[in-house]
Nanobody, 122 residues
């Protein structure tokens, strides 16, 4: 499966963006998915994850209540709606397929797509 993240950009603090992760090669309906982000010089960190049907969702404490992960299996796409953005949300955002037991660990994910850059100005 190949993943492509899009939807990043420059936004002012308090604004919103919606990221998309489109898959090709295989149906996303067979995979649990996650979003991660990375700032240069820092480790990639967990943002959100979603179960196969979208019923179970998991968030990092830093984005809980502001970000919402969702999926549309018919469109083979996973989304990350980001509201009330803060300058500390500035990062490159990546989507990936969960292949191991943990929802929160970067090592539990594979098939990383190219990231999309989000910049939040103060």
């Amino acid at each position: 499966v190949q993943l492509q993240a899009s939807g990043g950009g420059l936004v002012q603090a308090g604004g919103s963006l919606r990221l998309s992760c489109a898959a090709s090669g295989r149906s996303l309906s067979s995979y649990e998915m996650g979003w991660f982000r990375q700032v240069p010089g820092k480790e990639r960190e967990f943002v959100a994850a979603i179960s196969l049907t979208g019923i179970r969702k998991y968030y990092s404490d830093s984005v809980k209540g502001r970000f919402t992960i969702s999926r549309d299996n018919a469109k083979n796409t996973v989304y990350l709606q980001m509201n009330s953005l803060k300058p500390e949300d500035t990062a490159v955002y990546y989507c990936a397929v969960r292949v191991s037991s943990s929802y929160y660990d970067v090592g539990a994910y594979d098939y990383w797509g190219q990231g999309t850059e989000v910049t939040v100005s103060s």
